[in-house]
T-cell receptor, first 114, second 107 residues
Framework: DTAVSQTPKYLVTQMGNDKSIKCEQN?????MYWYKQDSKKFLKIMFS???????INETVPNRFSPKSPDKAHLNLHINSLELGDSAVYFC?????????????FGPGTRLTVT | KNEVEQSPQNLTAQEGEFITINCSYS?????LHWLQQHPGGGIVSLFM???GKKKHGRLIATINIQEKHSSLHITASHPRDSAVYIC?????????FGTGTSLTVIP
């Protein structure tokens, strides 16, 4: 069984569109994350949710809105897509928000905005 | 300046060599992570450290909190170890990532 899954794996869309990426974990973890990896392969955290509550919200445009319907899901909705949004987006989860816990990563979603 | 610096950026080794990747950070941390990103793009967490040393198979990770430094060692390297290794630290509710070390192990 896949621990952290993301859909879709690839997403190609035009500028100005609105799109969503879904993430689900079946590990029973309390905390989920969204990361962006740019073309230079640099990883940066975007959001973190703990038990459906937002705990980290880095400086990302407000066109990005995370939604956590339950603690097993953290979806990322992006409005008015721009060329600079092209990147690989990774979802991850960990047992707790605080303390040192390993994170489990999803396979990534490669978003290409044309 | 990035809060997390890794060295070297790129590393090529012969199969069987002992490899060391270094990570220095400038913030107070609660945990340090070593991640491996495969050529296909998937990311795997190798270690989470808050002190001392951990070992999984041929991989060893150490951390010196006073010196704000961590090392990842690979013994008897193998071509399947070829990947990008990323150091990440947690400081409060913030995560900071190094730019990664690209390792190529030649048979």
């Amino acid at each position: 069984d896949t621990a952290v899954s993301q859909t879709p794996k690839y997403l190609v869309t035009q500028m100005g569109n609105d799109k969503s990426i879904k993430c689900e974990q079946n590990l029973g973890h309390d905390t989920m994350y969204w990361y962006k990896q740019d073309s230079k392969k640099f990883l940066k955290i975007m959001f973190s949710y703990n038990n459906k509550e937002l705990i980290i919200n880095e400086t990302v445009p407000n066109r990005f809105s995370p939604k956590s319907p339950d603690k097993a899901h953290l979806n990322l909705h992006i409005n008015s897509l721009e060329l600079g949004d092209s990147a690989v987006y990774f979802c991850a989860s960990s047992p707790r928000a605080t303390g040192g816990y390993e994170q489990y990563f999803g396979p990534g979603t490669r978003l290409t905005v044309t | 300046k990035n809060e997390v610096e890794q060295s070297p950026q790129n590393l090529t080794a012969q199969e069987g060599e002992f490899i060391t990747i270094n990570c220095s950070y400038s913030v107070g941390i609660s945990a340090l992570h070593w991640l491996q990103q495969h050529p296909g793009g998937g990311i795997v967490s190798l270690f989470m450290l808050s002190s001392g040393k951990k070992k999984h198979g041929r991989l060893i990770a150490t951390i010196n909190i006073q010196e704000k430094h961590s090392s990842l060692h690979i013994t008897a390297s193998h071509p399947r170890d070829s990947a990008v290794y990323i150091c990440a630290v947690r400081s409060g509710n913030q995560f900071y990532f190094g730019t990664g070390t690209s390792l190529t192990v030649i048979p």
